[in-house]
Protein backbone atom coordinates (compact mmCIF):
# COMPACT_ATOMS: atom_id res chain seq x y z
CA UNK A 1 0.00 0.00 0.00
CA UNK A 2 1.51 3.55 -1.25
CA UNK A 3 0.49 6.67 -0.24
CA UNK A 4 0.25 7.94 -3.57
CA UNK A 5 1.11 6.61 -7.25
CA UNK A 6 0.53 8.42 -10.15
CA UNK A 7 -0.46 6.64 -13.33
CA UNK A 8 0.56 7.13 -16.88
CA UNK A 9 3.29 9.52 -16.59
CA UNK A 10 5.86 10.78 -19.34
CA UNK A 11 9.04 11.59 -17.74
CA UNK A 12 11.77 13.91 -19.34
CA UNK A 13 14.30 11.07 -20.32
CA UNK A 14 11.64 10.22 -22.80
CA UNK A 15 9.53 7.09 -21.24
CA UNK A 16 6.08 6.84 -21.23
CA UNK A 17 3.77 5.30 -19.69
CA UNK A 18 4.98 5.38 -16.42
CA UNK A 19 3.81 5.03 -12.87
CA UNK A 20 5.42 6.51 -9.74
CA UNK A 21 4.70 4.88 -6.29
CA UNK A 22 5.02 7.60 -3.24
CA UNK A 23 5.61 6.21 0.25
CA UNK A 24 6.55 8.67 3.50
CA UNK A 25 7.39 11.59 1.52
CA UNK A 26 9.84 9.48 -0.99
CA UNK A 27 9.77 7.91 -4.33
CA UNK A 28 9.12 4.04 -3.18
CA UNK A 29 9.08 3.05 -7.37
CA UNK A 30 9.39 3.70 -10.97
CA UNK A 31 8.07 1.84 -13.76
CA UNK A 32 5.23 0.74 -16.05
CA UNK A 33 1.85 -0.64 -14.57
CA UNK A 34 2.34 -0.62 -10.98
CA UNK A 35 -0.83 -2.84 -9.54
CA UNK A 36 -0.81 -1.68 -6.28
CA UNK A 37 -3.09 -0.01 -3.67
CA UNK A 38 -2.89 3.77 -2.27
CA UNK A 39 -4.25 6.00 -0.68
CA UNK A 40 -4.50 8.44 -3.73
CA UNK A 41 -4.34 7.79 -7.47
CA UNK A 42 -3.37 10.62 -9.60
CA UNK A 43 -3.60 10.19 -13.54
CA UNK A 44 -1.51 11.99 -15.37
CA UNK A 45 -2.94 11.33 -18.59
CA UNK A 46 0.19 11.37 -20.65
CA UNK A 47 1.82 14.66 -18.96
CA UNK A 48 4.68 15.30 -18.45
CA UNK A 49 6.12 14.34 -15.01
CA UNK A 50 9.11 16.53 -13.76
CA UNK A 51 11.21 16.77 -10.49
CA UNK A 52 10.81 20.61 -9.76
CA UNK A 53 12.48 22.97 -11.21
CA UNK A 54 15.55 24.69 -9.52
CA UNK A 55 16.55 28.36 -9.73
CA UNK A 56 20.83 28.56 -9.36
CA UNK A 57 20.40 32.41 -9.30
CA UNK A 58 17.81 35.07 -7.38
CA UNK A 59 18.16 38.31 -5.61
CA UNK A 60 15.03 37.46 -3.49
CA UNK A 61 15.97 41.18 -1.36
CA UNK A 62 15.38 42.66 -4.11
CA UNK A 63 12.04 41.10 -5.61
CA UNK A 64 8.76 42.54 -6.12
CA UNK A 65 9.81 46.07 -5.00
CA UNK A 66 8.98 47.51 -8.47
CA UNK A 67 7.63 50.52 -7.98
CA UNK A 68 9.57 51.29 -4.81
CA UNK A 69 10.48 54.22 -4.34
CA UNK A 70 9.70 54.91 -8.07
CA UNK A 71 9.42 53.29 -11.27
CA UNK A 72 13.02 52.67 -13.44
CA UNK A 73 11.45 54.94 -16.43
CA UNK A 74 14.26 54.52 -18.62
CA UNK A 75 14.74 50.32 -17.82
CA UNK A 76 18.35 50.87 -17.43
CA UNK A 77 20.96 49.01 -15.78
CA UNK A 78 22.27 52.60 -14.51
CA UNK A 79 18.82 53.65 -13.32
CA UNK A 80 17.85 50.21 -11.71
CA UNK A 81 21.56 50.74 -9.77
CA UNK A 82 20.84 54.12 -8.61
CA UNK A 83 17.00 53.21 -7.39
CA UNK A 84 18.35 50.40 -5.38
CA UNK A 85 20.62 52.96 -3.92
CA UNK A 86 18.07 55.10 -2.99
CA UNK A 87 15.59 51.99 -1.46
CA UNK A 88 18.30 50.28 0.03
CA UNK A 89 18.60 53.05 3.12
CA UNK A 90 14.45 52.14 3.80
CA UNK A 91 14.40 48.53 3.65
CA UNK A 92 12.81 46.84 7.04
CA UNK A 93 12.87 43.20 7.96
CA UNK A 94 9.71 43.17 7.89
CA UNK A 95 8.70 44.56 4.46
CA UNK A 96 11.67 42.52 3.37
CA UNK A 97 10.27 38.84 4.75
CA UNK A 98 7.02 39.96 3.04
CA UNK A 99 7.77 40.43 -0.12
CA UNK A 100 9.91 37.10 -0.06
CA UNK A 101 7.35 34.99 1.08
CA UNK A 102 5.18 36.69 -1.59
CA UNK A 103 7.90 35.48 -4.26
CA UNK A 104 7.73 31.91 -2.72
CA UNK A 105 4.71 31.54 -3.05
CA UNK A 106 4.49 32.58 -6.83
CA UNK A 107 7.64 30.22 -6.94
CA UNK A 108 5.69 27.28 -5.73
CA UNK A 109 2.93 27.82 -7.68
CA UNK A 110 5.36 27.61 -10.57
CA UNK A 111 7.04 24.14 -9.38
CA UNK A 112 10.13 25.97 -8.21
CA UNK A 113 11.37 24.16 -4.88
CA UNK A 114 14.31 25.65 -4.58
CA UNK A 115 16.19 28.64 -4.77
CA UNK A 116 19.68 30.30 -4.50
CA UNK A 117 19.70 33.89 -3.75
CA UNK A 118 22.06 36.57 -3.34
CA UNK A 119 21.74 38.84 -0.58
CA UNK A 120 23.37 41.80 -0.57
CA UNK A 121 25.65 42.96 2.63
CA UNK A 122 26.62 46.10 1.12
CA UNK A 123 24.83 47.77 3.86
CA UNK A 124 26.57 47.17 7.31
CA UNK A 125 23.04 47.29 9.04
CA UNK A 126 22.83 43.73 7.02
CA UNK A 127 18.31 44.43 7.50
CA UNK A 128 18.43 42.10 4.10
CA UNK A 129 20.63 39.25 5.65
CA UNK A 130 18.66 38.74 8.66
CA UNK A 131 15.12 39.07 6.40
CA UNK A 132 16.48 36.18 4.36
CA UNK A 133 17.53 34.28 6.98
CA UNK A 134 14.09 34.09 8.36
CA UNK A 135 12.56 33.87 5.10
CA UNK A 136 15.44 30.57 4.65
CA UNK A 137 13.65 28.76 7.79
CA UNK A 138 10.10 29.99 7.09
CA UNK A 139 9.88 28.28 4.07
CA UNK A 140 11.76 24.92 4.58
CA UNK A 141 9.09 22.66 4.41
CA UNK A 142 8.76 23.73 0.88
CA UNK A 143 11.51 25.48 -0.74
CA UNK A 144 14.84 24.88 -0.47
CA UNK A 145 16.57 28.44 -0.19
CA UNK A 146 20.41 28.53 -0.36
CA UNK A 147 21.46 32.22 0.65
CA UNK A 148 24.93 33.99 -0.86
CA UNK A 149 26.69 36.44 1.09
CA UNK A 150 26.69 39.28 -1.81
CA UNK A 151 28.93 42.32 -1.83
CA UNK A 152 27.10 44.31 -4.09
CA UNK A 153 28.82 47.30 -4.13
CA UNK A 154 32.48 45.61 -4.22
CA UNK A 155 34.09 43.53 -1.35
CA UNK A 156 36.94 46.15 -1.55
CA UNK A 157 35.22 48.77 -3.29
CA UNK A 158 32.60 49.46 -0.45
CA UNK A 159 33.46 50.93 2.55
CA UNK A 160 32.99 48.50 5.11
CA UNK A 161 32.38 45.81 2.38
CA UNK A 162 34.87 43.56 3.95
CA UNK A 163 33.66 43.41 7.23
CA UNK A 164 30.39 43.12 6.75
CA UNK A 165 30.51 39.80 4.30
CA UNK A 166 32.30 38.28 7.18
CA UNK A 167 29.49 39.22 9.79
CA UNK A 168 26.85 38.27 7.21
CA UNK A 169 28.47 34.76 7.12
CA UNK A 170 29.02 34.66 10.48
CA UNK A 171 25.05 34.86 11.16
CA UNK A 172 24.56 31.99 8.85
CA UNK A 173 24.52 32.69 5.16
CA UNK A 174 25.49 29.98 3.48
CA UNK A 175 27.83 30.54 0.05
CA UNK A 176 30.37 33.56 -0.26
CA UNK A 177 29.25 35.49 -3.05
CA UNK A 178 31.87 37.90 -5.15
CA UNK A 179 31.45 41.05 -7.63
CA UNK A 180 35.54 40.88 -9.21
CA UNK A 181 34.15 43.40 -12.38
CA UNK A 182 32.89 45.73 -10.22
CA UNK A 183 35.93 46.40 -8.13
CA UNK A 184 38.01 49.72 -8.75
CA UNK A 185 40.54 47.90 -10.96
CA UNK A 186 41.52 44.47 -12.83
CA UNK A 187 43.79 43.78 -10.02
CA UNK A 188 41.27 44.51 -7.13
CA UNK A 189 38.99 42.10 -8.80
CA UNK A 190 41.69 39.49 -8.83
CA UNK A 191 42.75 40.26 -5.00
CA UNK A 192 38.68 40.28 -3.88
CA UNK A 193 38.79 36.87 -5.92
CA UNK A 194 41.72 35.16 -3.76
CA UNK A 195 40.41 36.60 -0.58
CA UNK A 196 36.89 35.36 -1.21
CA UNK A 197 38.25 31.82 -2.46
CA UNK A 198 40.14 31.37 0.97
CA UNK A 199 37.23 32.74 3.12
CA UNK A 200 35.62 29.51 1.73
CA UNK A 201 38.55 27.09 2.26
CA UNK A 202 38.60 28.16 5.32
CA UNK A 203 34.89 28.35 6.48
CA UNK A 204 34.10 24.92 4.43
CA UNK A 205 31.55 26.66 2.15
CA UNK A 206 31.01 27.10 -1.61
CA UNK A 207 31.65 30.32 -3.54
CA UNK A 208 29.32 32.15 -6.09
CA UNK A 209 30.43 35.19 -7.90
CA UNK A 210 28.68 37.41 -10.29
CA UNK A 211 31.41 37.23 -12.26
CA UNK A 212 32.84 39.27 -15.39
CA UNK A 213 28.86 40.66 -15.98
CA UNK A 214 30.30 42.74 -18.47
CA UNK A 215 30.84 43.15 -22.58
CA UNK A 216 34.27 43.80 -21.84
CA UNK A 217 36.66 40.83 -23.37
CA UNK A 218 39.51 41.81 -21.04
CA UNK A 219 37.12 41.10 -17.99
CA UNK A 220 38.91 37.77 -16.97
CA UNK A 221 37.86 36.86 -13.47
CA UNK A 222 36.47 33.96 -14.78
CA UNK A 223 40.26 33.28 -15.49
CA UNK A 224 41.11 33.68 -11.92
CA UNK A 225 38.04 32.63 -10.03
CA UNK A 226 39.02 29.02 -11.80
CA UNK A 227 42.74 28.81 -10.79
CA UNK A 228 41.64 29.91 -7.21
CA UNK A 229 39.35 26.89 -7.33
CA UNK A 230 41.61 24.57 -7.91
CA UNK A 231 44.69 26.05 -5.65
CA UNK A 232 42.18 26.23 -2.66
CA UNK A 233 40.79 22.58 -3.27
CA UNK A 234 37.39 23.75 -3.82
CA UNK A 235 36.98 21.95 -6.99
CA UNK A 236 32.94 21.13 -8.08
CA UNK A 237 31.96 23.82 -5.06
CA UNK A 238 32.62 27.19 -6.94
CA UNK A 239 29.52 28.96 -9.46
CA UNK A 240 30.62 31.59 -11.88
CA UNK A 241 27.23 33.63 -12.35
CA UNK A 242 26.79 35.47 -15.55
CA UNK A 243 30.29 35.19 -17.16
CA UNK A 244 29.10 37.44 -20.07
CA UNK A 245 31.89 38.67 -21.08
CA UNK A 246 32.90 35.68 -22.41
CA UNK A 247 30.73 36.29 -25.29
CA UNK A 248 33.09 39.19 -26.63
CA UNK A 249 36.42 37.51 -25.69
CA UNK A 250 39.15 36.24 -28.34
CA UNK A 251 38.47 32.53 -29.74
CA UNK A 252 41.79 31.36 -28.96
CA UNK A 253 42.08 33.21 -25.63
CA UNK A 254 38.37 30.82 -24.51
CA UNK A 255 40.54 27.83 -25.94
CA UNK A 256 42.75 28.19 -22.98
CA UNK A 257 40.32 29.33 -20.33
CA UNK A 258 37.26 26.31 -20.98
CA UNK A 259 40.00 23.85 -20.17
CA UNK A 260 40.98 25.54 -16.75
CA UNK A 261 37.19 26.20 -16.32
CA UNK A 262 36.52 22.21 -16.45
CA UNK A 263 39.77 21.31 -14.48
CA UNK A 264 38.29 23.46 -11.75
CA UNK A 265 34.82 21.76 -12.08
CA UNK A 266 33.29 25.31 -12.61
CA UNK A 267 29.18 25.09 -12.27
CA UNK A 268 28.30 28.10 -15.06
CA UNK A 269 25.14 30.00 -14.10
CA UNK A 270 24.06 32.15 -17.06
CA UNK A 271 20.92 34.52 -16.79
CA UNK A 272 19.28 34.59 -20.47
CA UNK A 273 16.68 36.82 -19.41
CA UNK A 274 18.92 39.48 -17.62
CA UNK A 275 21.53 38.77 -20.08
CA UNK A 276 19.94 39.64 -23.02
CA UNK A 277 18.36 42.99 -21.57
CA UNK A 278 21.33 44.34 -20.46
CA UNK A 279 24.40 43.20 -22.19
CA UNK A 280 25.47 45.11 -25.55
CA UNK A 281 23.78 48.41 -24.22
CA UNK A 282 27.18 50.21 -25.13
CA UNK A 283 26.68 49.02 -28.84
CA UNK A 284 25.29 50.64 -31.83
CA UNK A 285 24.62 47.58 -34.68
CA UNK A 286 25.78 45.11 -34.84
CA UNK A 287 24.60 44.40 -31.28
CA UNK A 288 26.10 41.48 -29.08
CA UNK A 289 23.67 39.65 -27.12
CA UNK A 290 26.06 39.12 -24.64
CA UNK A 291 25.19 35.12 -22.98
CA UNK A 292 28.08 33.54 -22.35
CA UNK A 293 29.14 30.64 -24.68
CA UNK A 294 26.76 27.70 -23.27
CA UNK A 295 26.85 25.47 -26.19
CA UNK A 296 30.71 25.59 -25.72
CA UNK A 297 30.33 25.28 -21.95
CA UNK A 298 27.99 22.14 -21.76
CA UNK A 299 30.38 20.13 -24.92
CA UNK A 300 33.25 20.76 -22.74
CA UNK A 301 31.51 18.98 -19.88
CA UNK A 302 30.72 22.04 -17.62
CA UNK A 303 27.70 21.72 -15.70
CA UNK A 304 25.43 24.79 -17.44
CA UNK A 305 22.27 25.90 -15.06
CA UNK A 306 20.07 28.96 -15.76
CA UNK A 307 19.27 31.64 -13.37
CA UNK A 308 16.14 33.85 -13.56
CA UNK A 309 18.16 36.52 -11.47
CA UNK A 310 15.67 39.02 -11.22
CA UNK A 311 11.81 39.50 -11.21
CA UNK A 312 10.22 43.02 -10.70
CA UNK A 313 12.65 44.60 -8.81
CA UNK A 314 15.02 47.96 -9.68
CA UNK A 315 16.81 46.00 -12.70
CA UNK A 316 14.25 43.96 -14.66
CA UNK A 317 10.51 44.91 -14.25
CA UNK A 318 9.12 41.36 -15.98
CA UNK A 319 9.44 37.84 -15.12
CA UNK A 320 7.01 35.49 -12.97
CA UNK A 321 9.14 32.98 -11.27
CA UNK A 322 8.29 30.50 -14.44
CA UNK A 323 11.99 28.73 -14.63
CA UNK A 324 10.19 27.64 -18.32
CA UNK A 325 10.26 31.45 -19.85
CA UNK A 326 14.14 31.41 -18.49
CA UNK A 327 14.66 28.35 -20.81
CA UNK A 328 12.54 29.50 -23.64
CA UNK A 329 14.80 32.94 -24.00
CA UNK A 330 18.16 30.13 -23.66
CA UNK A 331 16.87 28.62 -26.30
CA UNK A 332 16.53 31.69 -28.34
CA UNK A 333 19.46 34.07 -27.25
CA UNK A 334 22.09 30.67 -27.05
CA UNK A 335 20.58 29.20 -31.10
CA UNK A 336 20.20 26.15 -29.09
CA UNK A 337 17.16 24.91 -31.53
CA UNK A 338 17.98 21.20 -31.90
CA UNK A 339 15.77 18.48 -30.20
CA UNK A 340 18.64 17.43 -28.26
CA UNK A 341 19.78 20.85 -27.34
CA UNK A 342 16.35 22.07 -26.08
CA UNK A 343 16.64 18.49 -23.16
CA UNK A 344 19.68 20.13 -22.27
CA UNK A 345 18.24 23.38 -22.06
CA UNK A 346 15.49 21.34 -19.80
CA UNK A 347 17.90 19.76 -18.10
CA UNK A 348 19.53 22.95 -17.05
CA UNK A 349 16.55 24.47 -15.49
CA UNK A 350 16.22 21.06 -13.17
CA UNK A 351 19.40 18.29 -12.83
CA UNK A 352 21.91 20.53 -13.49
CA UNK A 353 20.92 23.68 -11.63
CA UNK A 354 20.09 20.33 -8.71
CA UNK A 355 23.47 19.92 -9.16
CA UNK A 356 24.96 23.40 -9.19
CA UNK A 357 23.12 23.22 -5.74
CA UNK A 358 23.83 20.11 -4.20
CA UNK A 359 20.80 19.35 -3.64
CA UNK A 360 20.52 16.16 -1.90
CA UNK A 361 17.81 13.10 -2.95
CA UNK A 362 16.67 15.37 -5.97
CA UNK A 363 15.27 13.54 -8.97
CA UNK A 364 12.76 10.77 -10.22
CA UNK A 365 14.77 7.83 -9.13
CA UNK A 366 13.72 5.37 -6.44
CA UNK A 367 14.80 6.81 -2.73
CA UNK A 368 14.20 10.28 -3.88
CA UNK A 369 12.26 12.77 -2.45
CA UNK A 370 8.82 12.83 -3.62
CA UNK A 371 9.11 16.38 -4.77
CA UNK A 372 7.61 16.69 -8.63
CA UNK A 373 5.65 18.67 -11.30
CA UNK A 374 2.82 17.74 -13.17
CA UNK A 375 3.03 19.69 -16.38
CA UNK A 376 -0.13 20.40 -19.11
CA UNK A 377 2.37 19.08 -21.54
CA UNK A 378 3.79 16.19 -22.85
CA UNK A 379 7.29 16.33 -22.98
CA UNK A 380 10.81 18.97 -21.91
CA UNK A 381 10.05 20.11 -25.55
CA UNK A 382 6.32 21.06 -25.35
CA UNK A 383 6.98 22.20 -21.65
CA UNK A 384 9.88 24.60 -23.36
CA UNK A 385 7.43 25.60 -26.50
CA UNK A 386 4.43 26.29 -24.24
CA UNK A 387 6.04 27.80 -20.64
CA UNK A 388 3.38 24.69 -19.80
CA UNK A 389 0.88 25.30 -17.18
CA UNK A 390 1.75 23.45 -13.84
CA UNK A 391 -1.46 21.15 -12.78
CA UNK A 392 0.06 20.03 -10.14
CA UNK A 393 3.43 20.44 -7.51
CA UNK A 394 4.06 17.92 -5.11
CA UNK A 395 6.41 17.97 -1.87
CA UNK A 396 7.37 15.24 -0.42
CA UNK A 397 4.52 13.71 -1.36
CA UNK A 398 2.18 16.01 -0.77
CA UNK A 399 0.13 18.44 -3.35
CA UNK A 400 1.10 21.65 -2.58
CA UNK A 401 -0.32 23.72 -5.35
CA UNK A 402 -3.42 22.73 -7.86
CA UNK A 403 -3.98 24.59 -11.00
CA UNK A 404 -6.86 23.60 -13.42
CA UNK A 405 -6.06 22.90 -17.11
CA UNK A 406 -6.00 26.05 -18.84
CA UNK A 407 -8.69 25.63 -22.06
CA UNK A 408 -10.26 27.84 -24.01
CA UNK A 409 -14.15 27.61 -25.66
CA UNK A 410 -14.56 28.95 -29.02
CA UNK A 411 -17.50 29.78 -31.07
CA UNK A 412 -16.51 29.72 -34.50
CA UNK A 413 -19.14 27.95 -36.91
CA UNK A 414 -18.03 24.86 -37.93
CA UNK A 415 -15.01 24.88 -35.63
CA UNK A 416 -13.97 22.54 -32.49
CA UNK A 417 -15.92 23.46 -29.26
CA UNK A 418 -12.36 24.03 -27.34
CA UNK A 419 -8.90 24.50 -27.53
CA UNK A 420 -5.83 22.91 -25.72
CA UNK A 421 -2.48 24.97 -26.39
CA UNK A 422 -1.14 21.41 -25.09
CA UNK A 423 -2.72 19.64 -27.90
CA UNK A 424 -0.82 20.85 -31.10
CA UNK A 425 1.75 17.88 -30.93
CA UNK A 426 4.00 18.07 -34.42
CA UNK A 427 2.91 15.90 -36.81
CA UNK A 428 4.33 12.22 -37.07
CA UNK A 429 4.12 10.61 -40.45
CA UNK A 430 1.38 8.01 -41.20
CA UNK A 431 -0.52 9.47 -37.96
CA UNK A 432 -1.82 12.77 -39.58
ZN1 LIG B 1 22.49 38.44 -9.94
Redesign the pocket.
Given at each position: MFDVLIKNANLPDGREGIDIAISGGRIAAVGPGIAAEAGETIDATGRLVTPPFVDP?F?MDATLSLGLPRMNVSGTLLEGIALWGELRPTLTREALVERALRYCDLAVSQGLLAIRS?VDTSDPKLVTAEALIEVREAVAPYIDLQLVAFPQDGYYRAEGGVDALNRALDMGLDIVGGIPHFERTMADGAASVAALCRIAAERGLPVDM?CDETDDPMSRHIETLAAETVRFGLKGRVAG??LTSMHSMDNYYVSKLIPLMAEAEINVIP?PL?NIMLQGRHDTYPKRRGMTRVRELMEAGLNVSF?H??VMDPWYSMGSGDMLEVGHMAIHVAQMAGIEDKRKIFDALTVNSAKTMGLQGYGLEKGCNADLVILQARDPLEALRLKANRLLVMRRGNAIARAAPRVSTLDLAGRPKTVDAADYAPLRPGRG
Open positions: HHHHSHNIGDC
